[in-house]
């Protein structure tokens, strides 16, 4: 007999974080996330002191066979004036019932925390700044640092709860065969363009973090809100975040575009640790796992160039992608397997078009759903 549980233990919680490793024990693919970092997640972000979520467990008898966070993003409402709730941490067994049962009881938690929701959304786990999207193309390569990846079969069970398509992420590869010098050479025309503008390209200056990161946050909460679902971060979100990205970023990955002093755009990439996760068992540092992830840095092959944003009125000059060849060329200089740009809105197209010139291939789709309730 089929049965939800809603998660209110530690215990309730380890097993929440846990039955991934379960399920995807046969996935060649498959990275496991860090315990700590998901259990911080669902327990003591910022994101908890203005919103809400709620865990299930689906049991068949006394074995799991399904998760789901039922979330209500308060600070996304009110600044994108709707009626959303989302669901998010969203894995299954291969079986429809299951699936309508898992996306049912998110219905009905958000409709009990406030009965004028009206439209799911999902997966997205926790914000739109954090992981989100149905990996939908692109099983076969392995995800990388803070992606998602899914079995090719809950595609399928989702669209039969009445889930449908909002909006594709698109996500980008280059790898050494693919690399253009006449691509990036043409970069290096556009950064003369723009700094006759009195713009240019320079790395964050890590001493100065603190400094430099606020007048990161500036562009961060300016060039994105337009974007799908974007809700500009708390000071505590922002600080949270940015915490975490100076603890792997490698600085020779880390431009800004500043004009008189003043931030235009920005780009960060960062190693691929999943390189290294994936061989932590369960996720768990402690009592060898830390050391894996720390030897195993400078082994690290691959980047993800995880955020790049140009503010209004100095996009369509070029900036973006001089940004992008700014990376690809430290990509190629430290000897780089690859590089993934991701993701980009699928309507983006200034940054999509940027992405191209320089040789991008659109290797993986993720897609995020909704319906009316």
């Known amino acids: 007999m089929k049965t939800i549980v809603e998660v209110k233990s530690k215990k309730e919680l380890a097993a929440f974080i846990d039955f991934p490793h379960d399920l995807y024990k046969n996935d060649p ?13 669902l327990t003591t972000h910022p994101f908890h002191k203005h919103s809400s979520l709620q865990c299930f ?8 066979i399904g998760r789901i ?9 009110e600044f994108n004036h709707v009626k959303d709730g989302f669901f998010g941490f969203f894995d299954v067994i291969n079986d429809a ?7 049912d009881t998110a219905e009905k938690w958000l409709k009990q925390q406030d009965s004028t929701i009206n439209n799911l959304v999902g997966p997205v786990n926790l914000t739109t700044n954090d992981t989100a999207g149905l990996l939908i193309k692109g099983f076969e390569y ?23 398509k909002q909006v594709d992420l698109i996500s980008w590869r280059w790898d050494k065969t693919s690399y253009d010098d006449r691509s990036v050479r043409i970069s290096d025309k556009l950064e003369e363009r723009i700094n006759t503008r009195g713009i240019t390209i320079r790395k964050l200056n ?3 973090f603190k400094e430099e990161a606020e007048k990161f946050k500036q562009v961060y909460n300016s060039a994105w809100d337009k974007n799908m679902g974007f809700v500009p971060p708390t000071d505590e979100e922002f600080d ?11 600085p020779d990955f880390v431009f800004v575009a500043e004009k008189e002093g003043k931030f235009v755009g920005i780009s960060i990439a960062l190693p691929d640790v999943n390189q290294i996760q994936k061989r932590i068992p369960k996720g768990r540092l402690l009592p060898t796992g830390i050391f894996k992830l720390l030897f195993g840095l400078k082994k690290i092959k691959g980047i993800r160039i995880f955020m790049l944003g140009v503010i209004e009125g100095y996009r369509h000059m070029g900036i973006e992608a001089v940004l992008y060849a700014k990376i690809i060329k430290t990509y190629k200089a430290k ?4 590089a993934e740009a991701g993701w980009t809105l699928e309507h983006n197209h200034p940054v999509n078009n940027a992405i191209k010139a320089i040789k991008g291939d659109p290797y993986k789709t993720h897609r995020i759903y909704e319906k009316a309730i």
């Open 29 to 41: 693919v498959y990275v496991p996330e860090l315990f700590i970092a998901q259990r911080d997640l």
């Open 206 to 208: 890590m001493k100065k």
């Open 335 to 338: 000897d780089y397997d690859y």
């Open 69 to 77: 966070a039922a979330i209500l993003n308060n600070r996304h409402n």
């Open 57 to 64: 467990l689906l049991f068949d008898g006394d074995k799991i």
């Open 97 to 103: 019932e299951s699936a309508k049962m898992l996306i």
């Open 142 to 164: 392995p995800p990388v640092i803070l992606t998602p990846h899914n079995f090719a079969y809950y595609e399928a069970l989702l669209e039969k709860t009445g889930l449908k």
């Open 240 to 250: 949270f975040i940015a915490k975490d990205l100076k603890m792997i970023a490698d």
